[in-house]
């Protein structure tokens, strides 16, 4: 390890901090719930670096994961989804501070818990 590079070191801390009982069909659940609710596919939920609606429906999985699954962000980010875990971050601090009074982050409210529920449900 002392020799590795930074990059190296994240996959290291990352492996680590994998939790035991990761359930990937969960997490399947989750990517498809969310796919379905914003009209996108799976595969590009994941991948794309699209901004607006894709970003958006990113943004939910990344709650759905962290918050009612209990994955931590850095596993989130980098394992799951390919990216910085920072974004997964931004999602978080975006949610604490909805303001319902905003149309915007109202709808973006009512589709996470909707989503949540719907969750709730195929995963009893």
């Given at each position: 390890?002392?020799?590795?590079?930074?990059?190296?070191?994240?996959?290291?801390?990352?492996?680590?901090?994998?939790?035991?009982?990761?359930?990937?069909?969960?997490?399947?659940?989750?990517?498809t719930l969310v796919s379905e609710a914003y009209d996108i596919s799976v595969r590009t939920l994941k991948m794309s670096n699209a901004r607006g609606r894709v970003q958006t429906a990113r943004s939910t999985a990344y709650l759905l994961l962290h918050i009612d699954l209990c994955l931590n962000i850095r596993y989130i980010g980098k394992r799951i989804f390919g990216k910085w875990p920072n974004s997964v971050h931004r999602a978080i601090t975006y949610y604490k501070c909805l303001d319902l009074k905003i149309k915007a982050d109202r709808e973006f409210s009512d589709i996470y818990e909707g989503i949540k529920e719907k969750l709730k449900q195929k995963i009893k």
């Open positions: 390890l002392e020799n590795g590079t930074l990059e190296e070191l994240n996959n290291v801390v990352a492996d680590y901090s994998k939790l035991k009982d990761v359930n990937s069909e969960n997490i399947d659940i989750v990517l």
